[in-house]
C-alpha cells in the first residue's frame, strides 16, 4: 500500500467510533511519520476525550522526527486539562535535545506555569545546550521556576552552575529554593559549598529537618574530620526521621579520613552509647545496621569488640550483617575465628 | 565492597520502582548492596553515587538497568505462584466477570497468559477455572498461553512437570487435575484441553492487535525486562485486547498504575486489582 493511501487508511481510522482503532490509527500515524498525520493528530488530540487514545496520539508525535510535533506539543502546556500538560511534557522529555531551542521560546515568552512546564521537560537532560534557559531560570522572578531549575541541574549534576546554586543561598531565598539548593549541592558542590552553607545555616542542631537532611547530605559528600563532632551531637537531640541522614554523614566522614591522626574523629561514651543504643532498641533496620557499622570505628575498645561480637547473633539481619562488616574492617585479631564459632559464614551467605 | 548509604539504598529503590516497577523493602539494604557492587566491579566503577547516576541519567537503552534487573530478580516459575493475587483472581474478579456474562446470556470466557515460559501459570489458571466454576466445560473458554519461545511452547503442549513445578499446587488440587507419570506430574486432559499454546513477540505490533476480547491478562514478572517505551506499549496493548470489565494482572510487585492511567484500580477485600471500565 502506498504512502498516501496508508495516510487516507490511517485518516479514516482515527475518525472511528471504536476507542481501540483510534489507538492504533495514532500508532500507526506516528510510524508513517509525516507532516499531514503530525497536523491529524494534533487536530484530533483537541477534540478527543479518551485519555487512552489521547496518549497514544502523544506517543506517536513522540516518534515524529519533524519539528511540527514539537511545536504543536508546546501550546499544550496552556491546556486546562493536566492529563495533557503531563503527556506533553513526556513527549518533549522524549523529543531530548530537538525540542530545546522550542522550549527556550517557550520559557522567553511563556507564562510562570508555561515556564516550569518547560523545565519539566528538561528534567533529566545534561544541560548542554540549555545553558540559556537555565541562566534565565535561575534568575526568575518565580520560585517554582528557580527551584526546578535548581533541581533539575543538581539531578544531571551540572558542575558548571555550581556557583550559581551557591550564590542563590541567600538569606532571603525561600525556604523551598534554599532547600533545593542544599540538595543540588550535595551532588555538585565541593568544600567551598560548605563553607558557604555554613554562613548561611550556622547552626545545625538548630535546622528544621527540611534544611538538616540535605546539609547532612552535603556533609556526608564533602565533609571531613572538622564537622564529624557537630554531627555526632545530633543523634541525641533529633528525631528519628533525620538518623539515617546523621549516620550516613558520620560513616561518610569517617571512611573518607580513615588513617587521619584527627582527635576529632574519636567516637567519645555518648556517641558510641547512642549508636548502642540504637542498635538496642526498637528501630528501623538500616539505621541500626549504620550504626553498628560504625561502632566497627570503635571496635579497637574491647567492651565495643565484644558489643559487636554480641550483636553477631542478634535477632534482626541487619545487625548481624552490620556487625560482622564492622568487625571485619577493624583491625582485631583472630575475627576469623570468632566468626567461625558461630558458623557465622555458612548461616549468613552475604558474608564474605 | 563499595558502600551503599540508606538515601542512596532509597534513590536507586525508586530508579528501579520506576523503570522495572518492582518496590525493595528497607531491610534488602544489604542484598541490594551485594548485588550493586557486583555491577560496579563489571563497569570499573568505585564511587556508588556515580553507578546510580548512570544508572538514572547515563543509561538511555536502559543496557544497565537490564544487567542489574538480572541480578535481582528471580526467574522462576511454578504453578500458584504469588498464590494471594491469584486467590483475588479465584475469589472476586473471576465470578464477577462470570455472573456478569450469565447475566447477559454469554458463554465465552477468554484468558491470555502473556509469556507463558513453560506454561505452569496457564495451567494454573485452567485449574482455578475448573475449580471455580466447574460448568466452564459448557462454555466456549480458552486459555491463550503466548510464549515467544517456541522450546518454550514446546513443554506447554507436553504439560509434564517435575516436582519443583508443583510444590505448591494444594494436595487435593493436585489429586484433581494432575496425574502422577514416574517422576512427574501431567495435567488431566480436560484440564489441558482449555489451554491452547502460540506463539506471539510481545513487541510486534501488528500481531498484539489480533489478540481480542480477553476477559484476563496475565503477564507477570515479564515486564520488569522490558524498556519504559515498550513496557507502555505493551500495557498500552493490554487495554485494546481486554473486554470491558476485563482485569489485567502484572506481578504483585510490579504497578500497572506506574505504566498507564487507562485501568481503574479496584479494591476487593484487601486485594488491588486493575480493571478496564
Redesign the interface.
Known sequence: MSGASQLTEYLARLASADEAERSYAAEDLGYLNTSEGTLALLDRLRREDSPVVRDAILQALSRIDGDEAIAGTIPLFESEDPQLRNLAVSVLRLKGGRSIPFLKKAMLEGDHDTRKLALDALSGMPAMGAEEIYAAALADEDPNVRITAVENLGKVRALEFREEIEGLLKDDAHPMLTAACLEALAEIGDKHSLVVIAQRLPQLADLPDFFLNPCLKVIAAFGSAGEFPEVAALLAKRAQAVWPAILNALLAIQQRCLGEDAASLEMDEPLLADLRNLIETHNPAPCRYQAARLLGFAAERDEIAAFLVGCLTHPERLVRLGAAEALQSSARPKLDSVLGDLELKKHEGDIR | MA?L???Q?QKLNQQIYLKLGLHFD??K???MK?RVAKRMAALGLTET?DYI?RL??ADPQGAEMQELANLITTNETYMFREYEQLQAFANYCLPEVLSAKQARGEKVLRIWSAGCSSGEEPYTLAMIVQEVFPQVQNWDCEIVATDIDENMLKRVAAARYGERSVHDVPEEIRGKYLTRSGLEYVVRPRTAALVKPMHLNLHD?MAM?LM?AFDFIFCRNVLIYFDDLSR??VV?QF??SLNRGGFVFLGHSESVGRV???FRLKRLEGHLVYVKD
Open positions: 558502600d548509604s540508606i538515601e539504598f528497607e531491610k539494604i544489604y542484598f551485594s553515587q547516576f538514572s541519567y505490533r492487535r481480542r507502555k506499549a498500552d487495554y485494546n498507564t492511567p487507562a
